[in-house]
């Protein structure tokens, strides 16, 4: 598993495509919280805080996730090396697994440096240090754990697409319905409980409860629960093109 991560991480570095990613990632963001006037703007809000990244981040996310993961198996399957794998001694549920973790190893390369936001914003607060830094880690944690369902969403759209491109649109239309779309579903439901069931379905409920600065088990369960669900509908189309 771990020589197929290290491998994918490798390939993924070798080139300038990730190195890019991660760039405009980073530079996306910052635009919106320190150059772009607006809600996103940190220093016009007026408060020492970094809520508009966690509430900008799961949407770039919905670009950099499918980016990073889109050539996992596509490009394998592009070049004709994929069968090798599989023909390989290695349990299916291990290359999924590396080729996954390589994936959100690669978000955690971008992530990481928001970090210095964060110092950023202890100094600019009045007194320094005035920050609300449990809601910080409690939403850094969530995009830590939204980063694994996305990526393994990814991989399983890169798993079932023989082009990297089709495999970042399927990705990215995934990731939006599983955070987004049952919000939107919840909506049309009359009845709060109704509402509440749905929209506890989506990931969005629980990256929000996770932001309020509690972490609570039965929202890292989810996560949790929802990258082993992709991780191993993954498995499943391997194992049927290995047949």
């Known amino acids: 598993m771990m020589n197929i991560c290290v491998k994918e991480l490798k390939a993924f570095f070798g080139s300038a495509t990730g190195y890019v990613v991660i760039a405009l990632f980073l530079l996306g963001t910052a635009l919106f919280l320190w150059v772009f006037p607006g ?4 220093p016009e809000g007026g408060y020492a805080t970094l809520e508009p990244l966690f509430v900008l981040a799961p ?24 069968e090798l794998l599989l023909t390989k001694p290695i349990a299916k549920w291990r290359i999924v697994a ?20 964060y110092y950023s914003v202890n100094m600019l ?3 320094v240090g005035n920050v609300d830094s449990g809601a910080f880690w409690g939403s850094f944690i969530g995009l830590v754990l939204l ?21 970042f649109i399927v990705g990215a239309i995934l990731c ?11 909506s049309l439901f009359s009845d709060g409980e109704s509402q509440y069931l749905m ?6 409920a629980h990256y929000k409860s996770l932001s309020r600065g509690v972490i609570d088990s039965r929202d890292v369960v989810y996560f949790v629960a929802m990258s082993a669900l992709w991780l191993w509908l993954s498995k499943l189309t391997l194992e049927r093109r290995g047949m």
């Open 39 to 42: 809600q996103y703007n940190v």
């Open 59 to 82: 949407w770039l996310y919905l670009f950099l996730c499918p980016a990073v993961s889109m050539r996992l198996f596509a490009e394998e399957r592009q070049t004709g090396t994929l």
């Open 98 to 117: 590396g080729k996954a973790l390589a994936g959100w190893l690669l978000v955690m390369v971008a992530l990481l440096p928001t970090l210095v936001w």
């Open 125 to 127: 607060a009045d007194p």
């Open 147 to 167: 980063a694994g369902v996305y990526v393994s969403m990814g991989v399983f759209a890169s798993g079932i697409s023989g082009n990297q491109i089709v495999a």
């Open 176 to 186: 939006f319905a599983m955070f987004y779309g049952f919000e939107l579903v919840g």
């Open 199 to 204: 929209r506890s379905l989506g990931i969005n």
